[in-house]
């Protein structure tokens, strides 16, 4: 090569770890709390608003934890706030986490009831849905993390035609 005098990437003895990488920034961790609202075998979602970040996608509902929180004391506030809902018996799932460019998440999911059977009161969009219909709307990545653990078997089946008692099983 006409140039290998003075290449950088040669002079280094590594040409493949030419340029040297830079360390990527730490990116912030948010713990956040979402419920999986149970009423007749159907749970709540909520659709976020358009035009933000993830704007009109569908979610669990739940929100960001303040200092001092813990996840349940968080997923109790924010259901309180937000939709007007009071919830009991909190059931945890373990947290998954996913990561954006500028920030990561850490989801953690609980599964619980309303205390009165109540609806929403809230200016979003919301329904509830069976399990089986996760896929006919359009959630964020971090979500589907979360129904991939809870609803593993329903999620088989919907990926693997024929199996698990589907309509072209057995």
């Known amino acids: 090569c ?7 990437a040669a002079l280094s003895g590594d040409p493949e770890r030419f340029p040297p990488r830079r360390p990527r920034p730490a990116r912030p961790l948010l ?33 960001k934890w303040r200092e001092g929180e813990t996840a349940s004391e968080a997923l109790r506030r924010e259901l309180r706030e ?34 009165d059977g109540a609806d929403p009161h809230t200016p979003l969009a919301h329904q509830w849905i069976l399990p089986e ?8 990545a971090g979500t589907h993390k979360v129904f991939a653990k809870i609803f593993p078997i329903r999620r088989r089946a919907a ?12």
């Open 2 to 8: 006409p140039l290998l005098s003075w290449c950088g």
């Open 31 to 63: 713990e956040v709390s979402v419920g999986i609202l149970w009423r007749g075998g159907r749970f709540l979602v909520t659709r976020r608003a358009p035009g933000g970040f993830l704007g009109g996608l569908w979610e669990l509902p739940g929100g």
């Open 82 to 115: 937000e939709l007007a809902l009071e919830v009991i018996h909190l059931r945890p799932h373990p947290s998954v986490r996913h990561g954006y460019s500028h920030f990561e998440v850490r989801l953690h999911p609980f599964e619980c009831e309303t205390a």
């Open 133 to 140: 219909e996760i896929g006919t709307l359009a959630f964020p």
């Open 159 to 170: 990926e693997s035609p024929g199996r698990y008692g589907t309509r072209d099983g057995p």
